[in-house]
């Protein structure tokens, strides 16, 4: 599944890149942050992600929208679009989850470290409506677990990081009510 496999002289000894039909694009993918990671590990870890069921896309989708719509607020309407996204057609109808996909460029996952019965995987994405921080997805053993602009958030990080600590800024809570 990770294709092109290559050591590397950073903090993630290795990366490789797999191919996302959800977005139809290739993906590259760093695993082992300071810590050795077998490839059929970071491989279990990536099919969170391309393999994740309905719902679990489904909420990943909405969390995104809600995060849209939470810049919109801050920021106002229309929220301008930069770089690779400066003349796309403002987003439309997003109570349909999957209109926001054209929005979200995958950029890297990260795999840190190799936990024994605990695949996780966190996801940097490149957004229309957050030029400087990015969206970040993570999603553990077939369930997401946080979804907001990218803060670093490692991919083993304790859950109650994401579900708690970081609560306000996890769109996988709607805040709106």
């Known amino acids: 599944m990770i294709a092109d496999i290559k050591s590397t002289g950073s903090c993630y000894k290795r990366t490789g890149k797999v191919y996302w039909p959800l977005f139809r694009r290739e993906v590259k993918v760093s695993f082992g942050m300071n810590a050795d990671v077998s490839t059929e590990y970071a491989e279990k870890c990536v099919s969170q992600l391309l393999d994740l069921d309905h719902s679990g896309v489904e909420q990943l989708l909405q969390a995104s929208v809600r995060f849209f719509y939470d810049a919109e607020r801050c920021y106002g309407e229309p929220l301008p679009f930069l770089f690779e996204f400066e003349n796309m057609e403002y987003p439309k109808e997003l109570n349909v989850p999957t209109n ?26 490149e957004c229309a409506w957050e030029p400087e921080h990015g969206l970040q997805w993570v999603v553990r053993n077939g369930r997401p677990l946080y979804v907001g602009g990218y803060d670093g958030l490692g991919s083993h990080s304790d859950e109650n990081i994401y579900l708690e600590n970081w609560k306000e800024s996890n769109y996988l809570f709607d805040h709106s009510g």
Do not use: Q, R
């Open 100 to 125: 926001i996909l054209p929005y979200i460029i995958p950029v890297e996952m990260y795999v840190d470290k190799e936990i024994p019965n605990c695949f996780s995987i966190s996801l940097f994405a």
